[in-house]
């Protein structure tokens, strides 16, 4: 298994949108499992209704794991999506 | 408590044609929300949401854990829908609307109806039914409700339960034949009312007005209606009419609902109640000739420790998975409120202690322990017993019974049983004494609670909070 810490930078938080996005993402990679952590609650991000209700925040911090095939690749891929999200 | 409104009739979506399974009101919902996203982002992410494993897992646990199809569909909506209302964003709270649109589909296709949505009812109107399920009161906003007329039913209804909790009048057993919609019609509702003016007279005497609930639909239930908080929840729902035991994630998960569900209000947990006469059916039946002096409450948890010890680790992780989200909850004492049942001896209540401090060591940050006071042990010692506890909970039910020595079941007897009679006064009276002097404070939860008789008596002795029965009224 994969894992990095992030810190979200989206001024709004993970909203709906990105949200979908960052789920079609993580589907494209099945069976591979991308689960995202916060301090208190680990989440399947392929679950948008999961990873809304983590209520991420501008500043909040992250642990993105990867476990199945490709890890390095698909770690790589969320990771540098989720920083990528400004809106 | 009498209203007059405009009728309108309850319509079941549907009715008449045959009830689908969860499986196939998924897939016909499905196959209509597909057609209609197509250029409509609000029905594309509605497509997304209803694809989502968390909705289908959330229904199908519920079935697996012993609902019928429709309750595990309104019980999944609740906790899905009071997981966005949580979020302390305004932007995702608002989702929880789209998620309420969704299983509003899904009810409206298992009742047998074309999926559209909730059951549209117009501000103000006295809702006219025959029989309310509990399906349907899952799909009624009560809030717009200005009253309900049901012909079938009574007051320990579903229906009656939900509709008083939400300070909604509703008469049961009326005559509701020849009623159109747009008709002037009357609910006299004599409970409706009585509550509210326990809790008004409660309030201007500075006690608490707390609610008591045994599942996390009444908890919702009773915070949208005003309570400042759970005066005991019974977790025995959770151990009860299961074949195996509940898991240490089954605990945090409900502890956790039921907190976010407070808001930061206090949450009185009472451990499971069970012995005596309710056996669980995980564990070895044991003949008592005298369950009501036998193996019950923690004398039970204490012996049963393999049962206990995921209910308090499940407390624990509950609470600290709150704080995580809610830090300012935890400011001012945890909201998590722990209460034993059924204690006799300050050893009981240290033997609890021990057992949390090895589940967490700094589990004093996390919850409060108190007891309940229901054995007249407890009450003869409540003194000693104040110094090992963060509260006090009386349960008058059982108080008045052990120390009447009256079974209130036997009618040759009943007339003893009398929460009114002098013995049980000095026994309250010497308990908030006790809590008093200790600094602790001490609420009462029985069903004296909620008889307008004893608002005053106990108000006078000095409680710091009353926790009223939904079912009384």
Sequence with gaps: METRKLVLNAPTGLHARPASELVKLVKGFAPTVVRISTAERSVNAASMLSLLSLGLKCGSELEVSVEGGDEQAVLEAVASFVESIKE | ??????????????????????????????????????????????????????????????????????????????????????????????????????????????????????????????????????????????????????????????????????????????????????????????????????????????????????????????????????????????????????????????????????????????????????????LPVTVEDNPFLGLRGIRFSLKHQDVFLPQLEGAVDAARSVRGMHPEWFEEGSPLHLTIPMVSTAEEILQVRDILSGIAPDYRSLLELGIMIETPAAAIDAPALAVESDFFSVGTNDLTQYIMAADRCNADVAYLYDPFAPAVRKALEFTVEAAHKKGIPVGICGELASDPRATGILIDLGFDSLSLSRLEG
């Design chain 2, 1 to 282: 408590m009498t209203v007059k409104g405009p009728a309108v009739l309850f319509k079941r979506p549907g009715s008449g044609t045959a009830a689908r399974s969860f499986d196939e009101a998924f897939g016909l919902v499905r196959s209509e929300l597909e057609r209609q996203a197509e250029g409509n982002p609000v029905f594309a992410a509605h497509l997304e949401m209803l694809d989502d494993p968390m909705l289908c897992d959330t229904v199908k646990d519920n079935i697996l854990a012993g609902m019928s199809e429709p309750e595990a569909l309104a019980a999944a909506r609740d906790s899905i829908v009071s997981m966005f209302e949580h979020i302390d964003d305004e932007y995702l709270k608002a989702r929880a609307d789209d998620v309420r649109d969704i299983f509003g589909r899904l009810r409206a296709a298992m009742t047998g109806g074309t999926p559209g949505g909730e059951s549209v009812i117009p501000d103000g109107h006295i809702l006219v039914a025959e029989e309310l399920f509990p399906s349907d009161t899952a799909g009624i906003d009560f809030k717009a409700l200005r009253g309900i007329l049901c012909h079938k039913g009574n007051n320990t209804s579903h229906v009656c339960i939900i509709a008083r909790a939400k300070g909604v009048p509703i008469q049961v057993g009326a005559d509701i034949s020849g009623i159109k919609d747009g008709d002037t019609v009357q609910v006299d509702d004599p409970l409706a009312g009585r509550l509210q003016s326990i809790a008004s007279k409660a309030r201007a005497a500075g006690l608490k007005v707390y609610v008591n609930a045994a599942n996390l639909a009444e908890i919702r239930a009773g915070m949208d209606a005003g309570a400042e908080g759970v005066g005991i929840f019974r977790t025995e729902f959770l151990f009860l009419n299961r074949s195996s035991m509940p898991s240490r994630e089954e605990h945090e998960t409900i502890y956790r609902e039921a907190l976010l569900a407070c808001a930061g209000k206090p949450l009185t947990l009472r451990t499971m109640d069970v012995g005596g006469d309710k056996e669980l059916p995980y």
